[in-house]
Nanobody, 115 residues
Framework: QVQLVESGGDLVQPGGSLRLSCIAS????????MGWYRQAPGKKRELVAN???????DYADAVKGRFTISRDIAKNTVSLQMNSLEPEDTAVYYC?????????WGQGTQVTVSS
């Protein structure tokens, strides 16, 4: 089993920045990929960014050029630097860890972009 704990969510003004962090514990040797998803009220959960094993990073079109994902395999962490935040980025952000036969989720951290 893998446990994921996110932190860093907050209320921020449009144009501001936030950095989300997620730390994994437990059977972390089984983790292949780590990433971030988000879910806004009334909407489906969607991919924000994914750190693929081998170094490739994938981003949703809506966040390209504004968000940067980074993963530290040795420390079992994945972070999401979010710049130029927009009200449309308001959502609960979830950390995801994908193992060979199972996918794990954190509890989520709220990001609210509002003036």
């Amino acid at each position: 089993q893998v446990q994921l704990v996110e932190s860093g969510g907050d209320l921020v003004q449009p144009g501001g920045s936030l950095r989300l962090s997620c730390i994994a514990s437990g059977d972390t040797v089984t983790i292949i990929n780590m990433g971030w998803y988000r879910q806004a009220p009334g909407k489906k959960r969607e991919l924000v960014a994914n750190a693929i094993s081998g170094g490739r990073m994938d981003y949703a079109d809506a966040v390209k050029g504004r968000f940067t994902i980074s993963r530290d395999i040795a420390k079992n962490t994945v972070s999401l630097q979010m710049n130029s935040l927009e009200p449309e980025d308001t959502a609960v952000y979830y950390c995801q860890a994908r193992a060979r036969i199972k996918t794990y989720w954190g509890q989520g951290t709220q990001v609210t972009v509002s003036s």
